[in-house]
């Protein structure tokens, strides 16, 4: 495999002018000559469903592709508590500078300055052109956007429509995408997934796909492929993404050439619906929103076992006002999750499995009283009814993290493209933007940067600059890929052993939560790696995929799935192991601060880890590829939400 | 993109069935507080019929009816002969609780069939019925009346009017509604009223209509 | 509270099953022993699939995603209801607490000649999505738009086009209509961008194209029987059904 040499291609110069020198500098493609170029979009999200609408309105030729039965499902539609942009409607002081710093910040420091800074500066653009499109936000009486504020920042600068924002947004891109189906400028293909991409010349021009519904494996030739699969929260089993969501078309990617970076980074939200019982398949987020009105609290008393409402204040101990008094309940994500964990660890949790704290929302209703609670958070308190039967309105919630996005993902430059020429990697997919920790509402904002407002300009500049021989499904790469994703299905369906995929996946994701989960140490780690590969041994030699493959088959839809997500578990303890550091949501127990805050090692792992996948005698190894981060504006430090 | 043909789809022919069916609940209400007259006395109820009988506009009226009656039970014909074919396969297990859909809204097509039934049976009856004579003031004119309290002496003849004035009350009260809502008039402040003004509209009609048999037939002693 | 009330269920399920779109299609029964209240429903059908997967036998293909009742992805049919006996809910998210100890339960896949049988519970609705793109969206280009707040909209329009924007898609409005229309979906898209001074200038066209694609696909036309929106797992109203006719009456007797 030759080596790789990683040139992030930043620009240079001052900050607030790098994008836009860059976009004069990317080479263009005429307007006649982009209907000569197919674009192949993976994945119909935030992400992908925005790429394929502007890069079709640009006049190039797109083939969609979408794992669920409509585009409308992608899982940007759970996100719930709002979208950011730095427009400063609020007069509070917000500026592109102050987002771009919060993000750096909110990120402790392992997210590239340049790229986090053309996220803030095109955030107002998407809120612009979101509203144009139909997007119908919340609004106050004068009839302005109204903004709420998020965790990590002390101005108000999220965009919000109910507790439904992820969806408004997914259908407002799923919208402008459907408009270019009409106009036969899309070509879209749902209920399938993406199980191998295809290189020719060593530059990536196709993929080869299974048809959900028919067993089919296709293949699908293009001029570049943009990925747009979202995150791999999954390997946990248990996380609050959807139960599609996958890392299968990004590992296969991964084993064709691509980097990961920083897989290890993985984000645990404080405020999720707390597991019940074995049977869980999934959990449920409860918007981070509901930060900014109910408090987070546990006994004072180690099991006190009576029911909120007779536990007096002077009891309580309203733990992130107490220590963090300047942010209180609104701190980071990975510093709530964290203190919540600590809370649990020291016997003070609730609920009868005792994991759990409370977030209340008493003091709010006395407050606004319940007319305005329920116009702010309504349909999450009725989910929350709906899920446990408890009346969020009369008694607390009970919260406690789980996993919930993926800061890692295949590494990109600054045009989004990957280690491999023409691979193109949007959204939650890549690793570029959040750094170690994401910040509330910025999920959306970066799926719809990437999508509106990026990949139209750097698609473009590889285009031109790459000499594109044409290249359809009869090429020998693409018959050797179809071959090989059909020899490794019927190798799945073959095995007939004991046991179900879940039961393996269930298994995985108790070791991954064990020892790469909220925090880790160098041996939990090490222990993690081995098990994990011991785990993917009997996988292949015990689990059972019912059916066949030749028709809709949801066992071997997750067999597949698993099989990648039991190497990338190894990848992921591999990469903690190596980050002898804690930062944002990577806590590593040997380096943290007295008062338990996470501390960067800024001397030796101010870095991406891109690691490069090599298969050497039947075994998987990976090679560290390290990508420097340089601070120019804001300065290397600890961060402080006291 | 032309579509021009309103009646192409399925809400243009909705909206005609709804305007015919709104003419026919008037008609409906008309006939029946001219009937009430049967309360009043014979003359009254007589000198209605003739006053009605020898205007020489009754014609281009009783056109009118019949085309209204024809456009509304044709495209409603239509329509449900379109609309049984959108769910070809029904469910095995049919609703109880409050997701159910109600007996009367699934039966409109049987109540209107039972209803043109009746009206043909009805003209026969009385329109091309036994033509009595009576003259009141020196104007001779057709005795309704008498004809009327011949008709209803018979028990299953009221039985049968009365089954299907049942089912034209339970038509006319989802119709009246359900025509509202087809014609775009719906406020979420004035929906309840509309829903009951349509349900009190149909027990008005059909009690009016069966006080005439059920007095003729417990009450009137000649 | 807290889930203390914990127990298990016993239920006789009975569920569809069928090879393809052209397969005929049988019920099959199931005995299920010790569901927990807790577990969603879905969950349920988890347990049934993995004892399934490990006699041997082939487990039932159903649709579902994000389990938390937003992507619309999951369907059912659970003893005649769409989404099952609760309002406001998906599949997804009723939960066995809502059932008795030794309760039948009959699941069926969502049925209308327009959502084709994929197999056992899974269905076709890319229907809906074809209505969608016949009209349903702003024709705006990326980048031309104008600052967010040069165009302000009453906050109870955004509101209502909010409420009207709510809907998942699911099909369950088809579902349910003894009609199969999809009057509730279509009136929500159109209602939705009505409402805002962004879908004014395609109002009248976007209007016209959803109904004649709406009738294209296969869909029953509206008997305003209100099933559709008892069985909305978001609860859009009824209201939205008449927006649709106006709009489409104004727009076929203005249409030049």
Not at chain 1, 336 to 355: L, M, N, P, W, Y
Request: hydrophobic share 40%.
């Amino acid at each position: 495999m030759a080596t790789i040499k990683l040139d992030a291609k930043s620009p240079t110069g001052p900050i607030e002018n790098r994008w836009e020198k860059h976009k004069f500098d990317l080479k263009l493609v005429n307007p006649a000559n982009k209907r000569k170029f197919t674009i192949i979009v993976v994945g119909t999200g935030l992400a992908g469903g925005s790429a394929a609408a502007s890069l079709a309105e640009l006049g190039y030729n797109v083939k969609a592709f979408c794992i669920q039965d409509s585009p409308r499902r992608a899982h940007s539609i759970a996100a719930q508590g709002g979208i950011n942009a730095a427009k400063n409607y609020q007069n509070d002081g917000d500026s592109i500078y102050r987002l771009f710093y919060d993000t750096v910040k909110g990120g402790d420091f392992r997210a590239r300055e340049s790229n986090v800074y053309r996220l803030a500066q095109v955030s107002t653009q998407i809120i612009d052109h979101c509203v144009a499109i139909g997007v119908p936000f919340a609004r106050e009486y004068g009839g302005m956007l109204d903004n709420r504020s998020f965790g990590g920042a002390q101005v108000s600068r999220t965009f919000y429509a109910r507790g439904q924002t992820g969806q408004q947004l997914l259908l407002g891109a799923y919208s402008s995408m459907m408009r270019q189906v009409q106009e036969k400028q899309v070509k879209l293909y749902h209920r399938r997934e993406m199980l191998d991409l295809v290189l020719v010349d060593g530059v990536a021009r196709g993929i080869t796909v299974r048809n959900l519904t028919t067993g089919e494996i296709e293949s699908h030739a293009g001029d570049a492929v943009v990925l747009a699969t979202g995150g791999y929260g999954n390997v946990f089993f248990l996380s609050t993404n959807a139960k599609a969501s996958n890392v299968t078309a990004s590992w296969r990617c991964h084993k064709k050439g691509a980097l990961f970076g920083n897989p290890c980074f993985t984000q645990i939200h404080p405020t999720c619906i707390p597991v019940s019982g074995d049977y869980q398949s999934k959990l449920t987020l409860m918007s981070e929103s509901l930060r900014n009105d109910g408090r987070v609290w546990v006994p004072k008393n180690k099991g006190d076992q009576r029911p909120p409402s007779q536990i007096p204040d002077s009891e309580r101990d309203y733990y992130l006002e107490r220590i963090y008094p300047s942010f209180g309940n609104l701190v980071p994500r990975d510093v709530a999750s964290r203190q919540a964990k600590f809370r649990v660890d020291e016997g003070r949790g609730v609920g009868t499995t005792g994991i759990a704290v409370y977030l209340d929302f008493r003091d709010a209703i006395q407050r606004l009283g319940k007319g305005v609670v329920a116009e702010k958070y309504g349909n999450l308190f009725q989910m929350y009814d709906k899920i446990t039967g408890e009346d969020p309105y009369e008694t607390p919630m009970r919260i406690y993290p789980a996993v919930h996005y993926t800061m890692g993902g295949l590494w990109v430059d600054y045009n989004l493209q990957s280690t491999v020429p023409g691979l193109h990697v949007l959204g939650e997919a890549n690793f570029s933007d959040h750094g170690a920790n994401r910040l509330g509402a910025s999920a959306l904002m970066q799926g719809l940067a990437d999508g509106f407002f990026v990949i139209p300009y750097t698609i473009g500049h590889f285009l031109a600059s790459t000499p594109l021989p044409k290249v359809d499904e009869n090429h020998e790469a693409f018959r050797a890929s179809k071959a090989e994703v059909t020899q490794r299905l019927s190798r799945l369906l073959g095995i007939k052993g004991g046991h179900t995929v879940d039961e393996f996946h269930r298994e995985l994701g108790k070791l991954m939560w064990e020892y790469v989960g909220m925090s880790r140490t160098k041996e939990g780690l090490q222990k993690a790696r081995g098990e994990i590969g011991k785990l993917r041994d009997r996988f292949w030699q015990e689990v059972r995929v019912a059916g066949e493959a030749n028709f809709k088959n949801a066992e071997l839809e997750k067999a597949c799935r698993v099989a990648d997500f039991l190497e990338l578990g190894e990848l992921m303890a591999q990469d903690a192991q190596e980050r002898n550091e804690s930062c944002g949501g990577h806590f590593r127990e040997e380096y943290q601060t007295p008062e338990n805050e996470a501390m960067r090692d800024d001397a030796n792992y101010c870095h991406v880890a891109a690691w490069q996948y090599q298969q050497e005698g039947g075994r998987m190894q990976w090679t560290l590829h390290k990508e420097p981060l340089q601070f120019e504006y804001v300065k290397l430090s600890t961060r402080s939400y006291k | 993109m032309s579509h021009h043909c309103l009646t192409q789809t399925k809400i243009g022919k909705k909206y005609l069935v709804a305007l015919t069916g709104l003419g026919l609940s008037l008609f409906v209400l008309m006939h029946m507080l001219g009937n009430l007259l049967i309360l009043v006395s014979p003359e009254a109820y007589n000198k209605y019929g003739h006053a009605l009988t020898s205007n020489p506009g009754i014609y281009l009226a009783e056109v009118g009816l019949v085309a209204i009656l024809f456009v509304h039970l044709a495209l409603a014909m239509k329509l449900t002969r379109e609309n049984w074919k959108a769910r070809p396969v029904g469910y095995a297990v049919v609703s109880s609780g409050e997701k159910a859909t109600s007996l009367t809204t699934r039966s409109m097509w049987a109540q209107g069939i039972l209803i043109f039934v009746f009206i043909i049976h009805h003209l026969i009856t009385f329109k091309f019925g036994p033509h009595y004579e009576v003259e009141y003031g020196g104007v001779m004119m057709r005795d309704l009346h008498r004809l009327v309290i011949e008709v209803f002496q018979n028990p299953l003849y009221v039985a049968w009017y009365l089954v299907a004035l049942f089912a034209l009350a339970f038509h006319l009260s989802h119709g009246v509604k359900s025509s509202i809502q087809t014609l775009g008039i719906h406020h979420p402040r004035y929906f309840n009223k509309f829903k009951m003004a349509g349900i009190l509209y149909s027990v008005l009609v059909g009690v009016g209509f069966m006080s005439q048999p059920l007095y003729v037939f417990l009450i009137y002693k000649g | 509270m807290g889930g203390a009330s914990k127990s298990k269920l016993n239920l006789k399920l009975k569920l569809w099953r069928q090879k393809n779109a052209k397969d005929k299609g049988y019920f099959m029964d199931y005995d299920v022993k010790g569901i927990s209240t807790e577990a969603s429903f879905l969950e349920m059908l988890d347990v049934v699939n993995e004892e399934l997967v490990k006699k041997g036998e082939e487990p039932v293909e159903f649709d579902h995603d994000c389990r938390e009742g937003i992507c619309g992805m999951c369907s059912l049919v659970i003893n005649g209801n769409p989404h099952g006996p609760d309002g406001a809910t998906t599949t997804c998210q009723l939960h066995m607490r809502r059932f008795k100890d030794g309760d039948s339960v009959t699941v069926e896949p969502f049925r209308a000649g327009a959502f084709p049988v994929v197999r056992d519970l899974v269905v076709d609705r890319s229907a809906l999505d074809r209505v969608i793109q016949a009209g349903g969206f702003v024709s705006t280009a990326t980048g031309t738009a104008q600052d967010a707040n040069c165009l302000p909209v009453p906050k109870d329009k955004a509101d209502r086009a909010f409420l009207a924007a709510a809907c998942i898609g699911c099909g369950a409005c088809v579902a349910a209509c003894k009609n199969a229309s999809a009057s509730l979906f279509v009136g929500a898209k159109v209602a939705h961008l009505a409402l805002l001074p962004q879908g004014e200038a395609e109002r009248e066209k976007r209007a016209l194209a959803m109904v004649h694609q709406m009738d294209a696909e296969g869909f029953g036309g509206c008997t305003n029987t209100g099933a559709c929106a008892a069985a909305c797992p978001k609860e859009i109203s009824l209201e939205h059904i008449a927006i649709l006719n106006r709009e489409f009456l104004k727009a076929s007797l203005l249409e030049r």
